[in-house]
T-cell receptor, first 110, second 114 residues
Framework: SQQGEEDPQALSIQEGENATMNCSYKTSINNLQWYRQNSGRGLVHLIL?????REKHSGRLRVTLDTSKKSSSLLITASRAADTASYFCATGAGSYQLTFGKGTKLSVIP | GAGVSQSPSNKVTEKGKDVELRCDPI?????LYWYRQSLGQGLEFLIY????????KSGLPSDRFSAERTGGSVSTLTIQRTQQEDSAVYLC????????????FGPGTRLTVT
């Protein structure tokens, strides 16, 4: 069964605006990861946040994790047209498997 | 260094034919994963290899699907007697170890069964 569920399914913003995507999951996790996918091909790892962390930054990305609500958010600040892609959260729960959500499709309009 | 590579990038085959998809993981990565992604959907786990251990085949959708990993490196996913519902992008990923490390993905093979 799908572990992560991203919200919204699609998001369209103007260049320069911030984009926020959310991920909810059902069971306990060891870590949560965010990936980006361009044009339906390979995924690129963006950031990993462990279950004992609450917030993590990487460049224009900010990820938060609330284990009590079983949710995470990915914020992209000052978006660029090149950020247009699908974004997936993936949960790791103690074994090797990552369980991916269906993704949020982000469109950044120049 | 070189990333994960997959071949072919695109494959069109007739229903009923067998296909082989290849994955070259990053050198030194002991874990290798196969996923399937249908149009507009998330990733569906297929199979996992870790070193010389027996693979986890729990995600394979039917016995028409099989995979092997030779010498702990290159992996081949084989789909026998392909069906139209097998059409999807097949993604391979590798990681350093089994403990939920970030996974590095190849560009995928887009399979179309006509």
């Amino acid at each position: 069964s799908q572990q992560g569920e991203e919200d919204p399914q699609a998001l369209s913003i103007q260049e320069g605006e911030n984009a926020t995507m959310n991920c909810s999951y059902k069971t306990s996790i060891n870590n949560l990861q965010w990936y980006r996918q361009n044009s339906g091909r390979g995924l690129v790892h963006l950031i990993l946040i462990r279950s004992n962390e609450r917030e993590k930054h990487s460049g224009r990305l900010r990820v938060t994790l609330d284990t009590s609500k079983k949710s995470s958010s990915l914020l992209i600040t000052a978006s660029r047209a090149a950020d247009t892609a699908s974004y997936f959260c993936a949960t790791g729960a103690g074994s090797y498997q990552l369980t991916f959500g269906k993704g949020t499709k982000l469109s950044v309009i120049p | 260094g070189a990333g994960v590579s997959q071949s072919p990038s695109n494959k069109v085959t007739e229903k009923g034919k067998d296909v082989e998809l290849r994955c070259d993981p990053i050198s030194g990565h002991t874990a290798l994963y196969w996923y399937r992604q249908s149009l507009g959907q998330g990733l569906e786990f297929l199979i996992y290899f870790q070193g010389n251990s027996a693979p986890d085949k729990s995600g394979l959708p039917s016995d028409r699907f099989s995979a092997e990993r030779t010498g702990g490196s290159v992996s081949t996913l084989t789909i026998q007697r392909t069906q139209q519902e097998d059409s999807a992008v097949y993604l391979c990923a590798s990681s350093l170890s089994r403990s939920n490390h970030e996974q590095y993905f190849g560009p995928g093979t887009r399979l179309t069964v006509t």
